[in-house]
C-alpha cells in the first residue's frame, strides 16, 4: 500500500479489501466492445453500505459511463448522497489488472459534489494487496463544489 502526501486519519474504518474485492468484482462486467479498457469501481456510502458499478461503451461514445459515475449513480438513485470512499480497478482486457486506473476529471467531479474532498478516499488498486490511497482533495485540487454556489 502506498499513500499520498497527506495522513490517512480515517483510513481504519474504510474496508478497503472489502471496497477492492467488489471493484474487481463490478470489473468483471464491464461492457468494453470498443475500447476493451475494462473498469470497476465501488463506492463506500456514509451509512457503511456499498454499491458499485462497471464502465458501459456506446458505439456514439459520449453516451459512455464510467464505472465510479455507474456506482455513484447507483447509490444516489438509492437514496444515498454522502460517500466515505471509493476503490478503482482497470485494465486492458483479461484477468490480470497490470495498472492503476485513477477516476477521470468527471468522476472526480462527481464524486466531490457527493463528499469531503479533505476527508474522501480514491483508492486504485491492482490487487488487494497492491494499492495507494489518495484523499480527493489531491487528486482534484482547488475544486468547485456546492458550497461555491452560495
Known amino acids: 500500500m ?19 474485492r467488489s471493484a474487481i468484482d463490478a470489473r468483471k462486467k464491464a461492457y468494453a466492445p470498443y475500447s476493451n479498457y475494462m473498469v470497476g469501481a465501488a463506492v463506500l456510502t456514509n451509512e457503511l453500505r456499498i454499491y458499485t458499478g462497471c464502465n458501459i461503451e456506446n458505439a456514439a461514445y459520449t453516451p459512455s459511463i464510467c464505472a465510479e459515475r455507474t456506482a455513484v449513480s447507483k447509490a444516489v438513485s438509492e437514496g444515498r448522497r454522502g460517500f466515505k470512499a471509493i476503490a478503482v480497478v482497470g485494465s486492458p482486457k483479461g484477468e490480470v489488472i497490470s495498472q492503476y486506473a485513477f477516476p477521470c476529471g468527471v468522476c472526480r467531479q462527481v464524486l466531490r459534489e457527493f463528499s469531503d474532498p479533505d476527508s474522501f478516499f480514491v483508492i486504485v488498486a491492482k490487487s488487494e494487496t497492491d494499492y495507494k490511497i489518495y484523499h480527493l482533495k489531491e487528486l482534484l485540487p482547488e475544486s468547485f463544489g456546492p458550497e461555491n454556489l452560495y
Open 2 to 20: 502506498e499513500t499520498g502526501k497527506k495522513p490517512l486519519a480515517g483510513i481504519e474504518e474504510i474496508p478497503v479489501s472489502e471496497l477492492i
